[in-house]
């Protein structure tokens, strides 16, 4: 998902950023799927 977003990001002329406006890395990305909860 975090590759599709850069690619798209990239075709617009734009940039994948995190919740404090700062660009998304992949650690960033992962940081925040670890956040979502999991189900039971």
Known sequence: MHRAALSLADR????????R?????AMGFQALLDELPTEA
């Open 12 to 19: 617009l002329n734009g940039e994948v950023l995190d919740r």
């Open 21 to 25: 406006r700062q660009a998304l890395t």
